[in-house]
């Protein structure tokens, strides 16, 4: 291993949850207001883009705060960053999410990923191999008939 790539290795934060654009998160920053105070502001809006990988990996926030765009490109490994919450899965079919910069009010709006299919299917297709595996199967195998 290289030796940048082990100290890259350290720094990397392992409480970041699984997201991709089109998901809507909250981003909580570390605000620093004097040498003593600090407190959190939350920063919540659709993940419009993610760049680069490893330690350099940022994500591109975008959310509309009184009719106006706003867009916060985060540091996913930054210390500033405390955490980030998923609120919704979207559905998108493109991994940068720009086009959305020229669409106001509800064309601006992304369809909600339905992840009840998801989870259902896995909950299911588990038992299932816990049954199969449990019981032999009667039904005769093609070369058998």
Known sequence: MNRL????????????????PGDTVRV????????????LQAFEGVCIARKHGGVR?????????FGVGVERIFPLHATVIDHIDVVKKGHVRRAK?????????KAARIRERDTR??????????????????EPSNEPSRGEE
């Open 97 to 105: 999410l720009y086009y959305l910069r020229g669409l106001r009010g």
């Open 57 to 65: 990996e940022t994500i591109t926030v975008r959310k509309t705060s």
């Open 117 to 134: 299919q998801i989870e259902g299917a896995a909950a299911a297709a588990a038992a299932g191999a816990v049954d199969t595996a449990a």
């Open 28 to 39: 909580h920053v570390r605000i620093k207001e004097s040498e003593t105070k600090e407190r």
């Open 5 to 20: 790539d082990s100290v890259e290795k350290t720094q990397l934060r392992n409480n970041i949850p699984e997201f991709q």
